[in-house]
């Protein structure tokens, strides 16, 4: 069985200081990871993956996640917040080799929240 | 431009009615899926469809129904028999790999409220 916990429901940072997002997971095999990003009423769009290829990803817009498969966590992070980061992020997890996405386990999100 | 249109974007529906809501995409995936959302509760599979004429349910698929006909399209009917349908309702589609797992592609959703 697979599961993902997002360990912060919210977090509020300063505009130009560095973003942390937290996610640890649980996966019976080698999993895939993702980072999807959500602005209100809108769907899901994807930040960046992991599917065992090399261990830090970069994604879009400044933000990489490194997989720590010791401490089973996959962090987002970004150096410097922009008030355009505000949002809500999901991590999502899945075990490998299904050939499809109908077996991503959602994390619960964890709202970003920028300020001046 | 490729990607998934869901309409309405807004949709209020009476107690004892059901309603549908429209999912097209024309990314050329074979694979789509319903996902429900709530606040606090992350995203929830309600049916997903691998191929033309197939669809299997997910998590929480009692109350809901759909129908595959053609490739782009995947619309989800929610009957009266779910209890508490007002929700945010996102539909994705996905493109089919042998091997590892791909991204899921998703629409801007529809917000359905019962009144």
């Known amino acids: 069985a697979q599961s993902v916990t997002q360990l912060d429901s919210h977090v509020s940072v300063s505009e130009g200081t560095p973003v942390l997002l937290r996610c640890n997971y649980s996966?019976?095999?080698?999993?895939?990871l993702f980072w999807y990003v959500q602005h209100p009423n809108k769907g899901l769009q994807l930040l960046l993956k992991?599917?065992?290829?090399?261990?830090l990803v970069k994604g879009i817009n400044g933000f990489e996640a490194e997989f720590k498969k010791s401490e089973t966590s996959f962090h987002l992070t970004k150096p410097s917040a922009h008030m355009s980061d505000a949002a809500e992020y999901f991590c999502?997890?899945?075990?490998?080799?299904?050939?499809?996405?109908?077996?991503?386990?959602f994390g619960t999100g964890t709202r970003l929240q920028v300020t001046l | 431009d490729g990607g998934i249109t869901q309409s309405p974007k807004y949709l209020f529906r009476k107690e004892g009615q059901n309603v549908t809501l429209s999912c097209e995409q024309n990314?050329?995936?074979?694979?789509m899926y319903w996902y429900r959302q709530d606040p606090g509760q992350g995203l929830r599979l309600i049916y997903y469809?691998?191929?033309?004429?197939?669809?299997q349910k997910g998590d929480i698929a009692e109350g809901y129904s759909v129908s595959r006909e053609k490739k782009e399209s995947f619309p989800l009917t929610v009957t009266s028999a779910q209890k508490n349908p007002t929700a945010f309702y996102l539909c994705?589609?996905?493109?089919?790999?042998?091997?590892?797992?791909?991204?899921?592609?998703f629409g801007q959703g529809t917000r359905l409220t019962v009144v």
């Open positions: 999502v997890v899945s075990d490998r080799d299904t050939g499809t996405a109908s077996k991503l386990t």
């Open positions: 996966s019976s095999y080698s999993p895939s």
């Open positions: 469809s691998q191929i033309v004429n197939d669809f």
């Open positions: 992991y599917t065992s290829a090399a261990t």
């Open positions: 990314l050329n995936h074979d694979a």
């Open positions: 994705a589609s996905s493109s089919r790999q042998k091997t590892g797992n791909t991204e899921a592609f």
